[in-house]
């Protein structure tokens, strides 16, 4: 069975800093991944998704993801935080072994950029 | 295109009553997805339908219950409201397929509130 971890639910950077939110993930088929992005009261908004091919995937609003077999890793990165990245982030794996579309999702990392 | 659309955005409901919400997904897609989000259990897939038929149900008690129409709008509903029932619900649309790599798309949610 597939399933996601993120370490950190709260994670505060300085506005202009590195961004790194972290995801594992655990799965017996090669995985398709998805990094979304909350902001409060709203839905999820897709930031990127790896399903195949290059394992560096750039997504909106400057964030990139590293898709690492090796690690079973997919790390959301931003080189530079704005403050209108504060927002609460999920990793999700689709659950491919039930041929649906069901995502399972980590527990979320709450962003806050200071200034 | 029109996005996601869940209707109403917010209800507040005594226990033991029901409650229906729908949701209007993307045109052209045929599956749609419930979720539920609430701060102790995260994301929690609730089910799935792809031309009204349900594909997936996650580990939620019969009291969760949904249909999808010829339109693919769904709805789904909830009997005897327990306090725990409180959360953000959410729909998801996916794919004019059944190729499950495919992202979803997120409505703004029904905030559901039982009193």
């Known amino acids: 069975a597939q399933s996601v971890t993120q370490l950190g639910s709260h994670v505060s950077v300085s506005e202009g800093a590195l961004v790194l939110l972290r995801c594992n993930y655990s799965s017996s088929v090669p995985p398709y991944l998805f990094w979304y992005v909350q902001y409060p009261n709203q839905g999820l908004q897709l930031l990127l998704k790896y399903t195949t091919g290059a394992t560096l995937v750039k997504g909106i609003n400057g964030f990139e993801a590293e898709f690492k077999k090796s690690e079973t890793s997919f790390h959301l990165t931003k080189p530079s935080a704005h403050m209108s990245d504060a927002a609460e982030y999920f990793c999700a794996v689709s659950d491919r072994g039930s041929g649906t579309y069901k995502y399972i999702f980590g527990t979320g990392t709450r962003l806050k950029v200071l200034a | 295109k029109a996005g996601v659309t869940q209707t109403p955005r917010y209800l507040i409901k005594t226990r033991g009553q029901q409650v229906t919400l729908s949701c209007s997904p993307i045109s052209g897609h045929r599956s749609v997805s419930w979720y539920q989000q609430t701060p102790g259990q995260g994301l929690q897939f609730l089910f799935e339908?792809?031309?009204?038929?349900?594909?997936n149900k996650g580990n939620f008690p019969g009291r969760f219950s949904g249909r999808q129409f010829s339109n693919s709008r769904s709805e789904m509903n909830v009997s005897t409201l327990e306090l725990g029932d409180s959360a953000l619900y959410l729909c998801?649309?996916?794919?004019?397929?059944?190729?499950?790599?495919?992202?979803?798309?997120f409505g703004q949610g029904t905030r559901l509130t039982v009193v």
């Open positions: 998801a649309s996916n794919g004019q397929g059944p190729n499950i790599n495919t992202e979803a798309f």
């Open positions: 339908y792809f031309s009204e038929t349900q594909r």
